[in-house]
């Protein structure tokens, strides 16, 4: 078995939740008063691309499920969702796939307003494991469940 995939599963099988993380109430809090959101999509590893998931599938299924959702959408915004999709595969056997969708904007060092830079307030992440052949259909139903979470968070702090 690869190594990688020995490792991984090592971390999986820790007593931790893996997608409970930085979906609390300080993390949501930043989310009020957010109008619009962009959204970037990681640059994938192109084993990715031979299963056809694209930067351009994952865009498109992101951006139609937020504006579904009602929330508009800006290009190249300051405030954007970002995805990132990592993988370890061995050379047969299901692929291990981490998906993570995190909200970047702009802040101030509270030290010295001078300094500004873009981080991460809120995230969400899942690990999934699947054969070659479903690794599409799980990888897009494990989007949705996640912007899903990511429209509730941005619905309790911005209620119509």
């Known amino acids: 078995m690869n190594w990688r995939i020995v490792l991984l599963l090592a971390i999986l099988t820790q007593p931790f939740p893996v997608d409970a993380a930085n979906d609390a109430p300080l993390e949501r809090a930043t989310l009020k008063g957010l109008t619009a959101v962009g959204v970037v999509i990681d640059t994938l590893d192109q084993e990715l691309a031979h299963e056809n998931l694209t930067q351009d599938a994952l865009q498109s299924r992101m951006e139609r499920r937020l504006q579904n959702a009602g929330i508009p959408l800006v290009k190249d915004g300051r405030e954007f969702l970002g995805l990132r999709v990592t993988q370890v595969r061995a050379k047969r056997g299901p692929v291990a796939v981490s998906i993570s969708i995190g909200l970047y904007q702009p802040v101030l060092l509270s030290r ?49």
């Open 112 to 160: 010295d307003r001078n300094i500004r830079t873009v981080t991460q307030t809120w995230e969400v992440v899942t690990t999934l494991m699947a054969e070659p052949k479903v690794l599409y259909e799980a990888s897009m139903t494990s989007v949705d469940e996640l912007i899903d979470r990511f429209v509730a968070a941005y619905q309790s702090m911005n209620p119509k």
